[in-house]
């Protein structure tokens, strides 16, 4: 094998560890997200998870998102249950 052959080999390696680390950020975050919208219509009491996920989508970031869960089921909820979630 010449230099070049073995430099190509290393950045194909490598290349192959940043896509295969990279499918699995994104997977995790689509699970991320399908979790948290599922959150979204237990506290709305839907059943229908389009809705769900159109009020999901209209929220402009994520933090908009983790706020509106986080402030969501305060006034529902006792205080050590809102602990609880508070902690997850």
């Given amino acids: 094998m010449t230099d070049l052959d073995e430099s190509e080999a290393r950045w194909l390696e490598r290349s192959d560890d940043y896509y295969r680390v990279a499918g699995t950020i994104i997977r995790n975050w689509a699970l991320l997200e399908l979790t948290l919208v599922f959150y979204l219509m237990i506290f709305l009491g839907m059943n229908d998870q389009f809705r ?3 009020i999901w989508a209209s ?3 994520f933090q908009a ?9 305060r006034p529902i909820w006792t205080i050590p249950c809102f602990l609880f979630f508070e902690d997850l």
Avoid at 65 to 73: E, G, S, T
């Fill in 59 to 61: 929220l402009p970031n």
């Fill in 52 to 54: 769900a996920r159109l």
């Fill in 65 to 73: 998102r983790r706020k509106l869960l986080a402030d969501f089921p």
